[in-house]
Antibody, heavy 126, light 114 residues
Framework: EVQLMESGGGLVQPGGSLRLSCAAS????????MHWVRQAPGKGLVWVSR????????TYADSVKGRFTTSRDNAENTLYLQMNSLRGEDTAVYYC???????????????????WGQGTLVTVSS | DIVMTQFPDSLAVSLGERATINCKAS????????????LAWYQQKPGQPPKLLIF???TRESGVPDRFSGSGSETDFTLTINNLQAEDVALYYC??????????FGQGTKLEIK
């Protein structure tokens, strides 16, 4: 069964840092792009970042660029989100989710998000 | 950036009736390379993560009931739920994956039973 499980959320003060993890299982982790998506309380889904299958390429939403860093450890089947200089507006449930499939140096354009983890709550407050 | 706008923000439909949710993209998400629309629909029930319903604008994900269907092209898309069931109460989001530099979701549509 394909599974994603986030961890590392919690309460952090404004200006602080937090590192989220996403453990993947049930699929060949190093052949998929991975994404982070967040959802503020009572609000909609907002894409945060994505990382290529080999970790060589990352892209970020403008709202987190320069503050957040996405990385992955393909040997450990784990995705990370390092969040620095946190602000109140970063308060949200953070989901990891799987994107496009890549093989033999080529990637397919199946970049919809499936599956999703259960999410981990990050609260930025003093 | 591609802005996705859904309407209505909420709707109430009677059991057994049809629900229609619309999604408009600020620019075309139709790829000329494969003639596919890079548009997905998700369902999110309270306290749960989103669930993929439809991709390529009209292809139903495995296991999704056939009362869910997607249509549209370029900038205008529709999610239709026929024969509405109580378990369909949820938030529904459209998402474009045409721009791999900035993915984006619609603001969501809340579906309730009338």
């Amino acid at each position: 069964e394909v599974q994603l499980m986030e961890s590392g959320g919690g309460l952090v003060q404004p200006g602080g840092s937090l590192r989220l993890s996403c453990a993947a299982s049930g699929f060949t982790f190093n052949t998929y792009w991975m994404h982070w998506v967040r959802q503020a309380p009572g609000k909609g889904l907002v894409w945060v970042s994505r990382i290529s299958s080999d970790g060589s390429s990352t892209t970020y939403a403008d709202s987190v660029k320069g503050r957040f860093t996405t990385s992955r450890d393909n040997a450990e089947n784990t995705l990370y989100l390092q969040m620095n200089s946190l602000r109140g507006e970063d308060t949200a449930v953070y989901y990891c989710t799987r994107g496009r499939y890549c093989t033999s140096g080529s990637c397919f354009s199946n970049d919809w998000f499936d599956p999703w983890g259960q999410g981990t709550l990050v609260t930025v407050s003093s | 950036d591609i802005v996705m706008t859904q309407f209505p923000d909420s709707l109430a439909v009677s059991l057994g009736e049809r629900a229609t949710i619309n999604c408009k993209a600020s620019q075309s998400v139709l790829s000329t390379s494969n003639n596919k629309n890079f548009l997905a629909w998700y369902q999110q029930k309270p306290g749960q993560p989103p669930k993929l319903l439809i991709f390529w604008a009209s292809t139903r994900e495995s296991g999704v009931p056939d009362r869910f269907s997607g249509s549209g092209s370029e900038t205008d898309f529709t999610l239709t739920i026929n024969n509405l069931q109580a378990e369909d109460v949820a938030l529904y989001y459209c998402q474009q994956y045409y721009s791999t530099l900035q993915y984006s979701f619609g603001q969501g549509t809340k579906l309730e039973i009338k």
